[in-house]
T-cell receptor, first 115, second 114 residues
Framework: DQQVKQNSPSLSVQEGRISILNCDYT??????FLWYKKYPAEGPTFLIS?????DKNEDGRFTVFLNKSAKHLSLHIVPSQPGDSAVYFC??????????????FGTGTRLTIIP | NAGVTQTPKFRVLKTGQSMTLLCAQD?????MYWYRQDPGMGLRLIHY???????AKGEVPDGYNVSRLKKQNFLLGLESAAPSQTSVYFC?????????????FGPGTRLTVT
């Protein structure tokens, strides 16, 4: 049972345009969400997070939106740059309850920025 | 700070052989984790530890054992390697809840079992 889903395995975007990566979750106990970025032959690195008490969090070119009623979050990258080409993982946690020590990851979306 | 380090970076094993992967962190993190990454499967939790001397099973624990004898180290063991354990293994660590929530990952160990 995949509790965190990234339905798009890959995405290609022109440099300078907006990249939108999507993530859906099924577990209503999840209340904290993170995005990780992974380059080949490296470990994932933390990018941005959002708590369920917010619906938006922004950090430079990266913005994460959370729609709790739809159990959906998205990562917007504006403007997209070649260095953004990587695999992006969505992750979720139930920080306020059982299992708060663990993250559940999606399967990842490979983003390719076309120069 | 070196962050999270993993040893070795690459390893090739024959079916039935054993090995231990070492993870070390110098951030004084309480929690440590072992994941495996397979194509199309994302990151799946194998085992984790919420403190020195403690371990717990994750999503895919079969065929693996772990130990956390020191706070800064988390060892992952394969007693009898199988081809299905061919994967990239990542270690991660984080502070206990109440601090920041993100996990910090090591660079990975690529394991091939033939």
């Amino acid at each position: 049972d995949q509790q965190v889903k990234q339905n798009s395995p890959s995405l290609s975007v022109q440099e300078g345009r907006i990249s939108i990566l999507n993530c859906d979750y099924t577990n209503s106990m999840f209340d904290y969400f993170l995005w990780y970025k992974k380059y080949p032959a490296e470990g994932p690195t933390f990018l941005i997070s959002i708590s369920s008490i917010k619906d938006k969090n922004e950090d430079g070119r990266f913005t994460v939106f959370l729609n709790k009623s739809a159990k959906h979050l998205s990562l917007h990258i504006v403007p997209s740059q070649p260095g953004d080409s990587a695999v992006y993982f969505c992750a979720a946690s139930a920080q306020s309850g059982f299992g708060n020590e663990k993250l559940t990851f999606g399967t990842g979306t490979r983003l390719t920025i076309i120069p | 700070n070196a962050g999270v380090t993993q040893t070795p970076k690459f390893r090739v094993l024959k079916t039935g052989q054993s090995m231990t992967l070492l993870c070390a962190q110098d951030m004084n993190h309480e929690y440590m984790y072992w994941y495996r990454q397979d194509p199309g499967m994302g990151l799946r939790l194998i085992h984790y530890s919420v403190g020195e001397g403690t371990t717990a099973k994750g999503e895919v624990p079969d065929g693996y054992n772990v130990s956390r004898l020191k706070k800064q180290n988390f060892l992952l063991g394969l007693e009898s390697a199988a081809p299905s354990q061919t994967s990239v293994y990542f270690c991660a660590s984080r502070y206990r809840p109440g601090h920041t929530y993100e996990q910090y990952f090591g660079p990975g160990t690529r394991l091939t079992v033939t």
